[in-house]
């Protein structure tokens, strides 16, 4: 089954917010979900509003993949399907007003004040949908939690957000696994719609560009051990290196480092290369990250300690 075709890969983009309508090729509304899950909602949603162009985000690798066979044996045309979180997607790859719907049904509710901030909603995720939003675009919450509802309500309401609901949905929602097993075990289902007011602003953080710096000395498998540990923190970031290893033919060697921007957590490697009589420090294609300030620092501090 062709899932490939549904796949995009944005953190390797060097365009970034890309042209989705060349993507697509075509110029159409955009439209987004964000937790997809298995893919039901998306699957039915893209046949009914085939005049849409469909954009999914999910953090799970599992049902990334089970998403885009169902979209395959759905014969789905106009959706592309990422592994990514997508509040920062939303925010990075989605210029200001370009986008009409943005759907979130069934988000992980999150309830101890200590996993707060894996949470979907909040006040940035507000703001981000203010400024994707075009003028009159909505957003659209499903949740068995009232709770969650109202909390994003006030969110919405504080980013100019023109409200409907929370209402309970008595008839069908978006057809997903979630509705369908919240509805069998009893529970109450809410809908929470929110039209976009002023346009809101929000900042930017990740570029197509590669980072990379040559350094002008040879590296010794001693310079790169010493690198285990080397991290740095500032207001909203960090970075760290775990771990080195080197090839066994000494010429090059790869970092496997962690950085995080204001709560957007990364790993991926960086790669140290021999370059003449020298060397190059720059992010490796196995695993490649949104090129964050985090992660260019991290590349930048690398050099730097190797240069010594
Ligand atoms: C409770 S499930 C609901 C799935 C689906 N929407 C449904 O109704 O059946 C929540 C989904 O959101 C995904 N998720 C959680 N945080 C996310 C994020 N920041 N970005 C994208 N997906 C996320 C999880 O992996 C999970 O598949």
Redesign the pocket.
């Given at each position: 089954m062709d899932v490939a075709r549904y796949l995009v890969y944005p953190e390797r983009w060097e365009e970034i917010p890309p042209d989705w309508e060349a993507l697509f090729v075509r110029a159409a509304p955009l439209a987004v979900?964000?937790?997809?899950?298995?893919g039901?909602?998306l699957a039915g949603a893209s046949q009914e509003q085939s005049d849409w162009n469909w954009v999914g985000?999910?953090?799970?690798l599992t049902?990334v993949t089970k998403a885009g066979r169902k979209l395959a044996r759905a014969g789905a045309e106009h959706v592309r399907l990422a592994l990514?979180?997508?509040?920062f997607a939303l925010r990075e790859i989605f210029s200001d007003e370009s986008v009409r719907r943005v759907f979130v049904?069934?988000?992980?509710p999150w309830p101890k004040r200590s996993h707060a901030e894996?949470r979907?909603m909040d006040e940035a995720f507000a703001q981000t949908l203010a400024a994707v939003l075009i003028p009159g675009g909505v957003f659209e919450l499903t949740t068995d939690v009232l709770v969650y509802a109202a909390d994003a309500a006030t969110d919405l309401r504080a980013a100019g957000f023109d409200l409907s609901g929370p209402v309970e949905l008595t008839t069908v929602g978006?057809g997903?696994?979630?509705?369908a097993k919240w509805r069998r075990e009893g529970r109450r289902i809410w809908r929470l719609q929110a039209e976009r007011g002023p346009k809101g602003s929000t900042l930017r953080v990740a570029e197509g560009t590669m980072p990379h710096v040559r350094i002008s000395r040879l590296v010794t498998p001693d310079a790169l051990s010493a690198l285990v540990g080397l991290k740095e923190t500032w207001p909203g970031g960090a970075f760290v290196v775990k771990d080195a290893y080197a090839a066994s033919h000494g010429g090059a060697a790869l970092l496997r480092a962690f950085a995080t921007d204001d709560g957007f957590d990364q790993q991926y490697l960086i790669a140290v290369v021999r370059d003449g009589e020298g060397a190059m420090v720059k992010l490796d294609g196995a695993a490649v990250p949104f090129r964050t300030p985090a992660v260019k620092r991290s590349v930048a501090a690398v050099a730097a300690a190797l240069e010594g």
């Open positions: 979900e964000i937790g997809f899950g298995n039901e909602f985000f999910e953090t799970s049902c990514a979180d997508g509040r049904h069934f988000p992980c894996r979907v978006p997903s696994r979630y509705e």
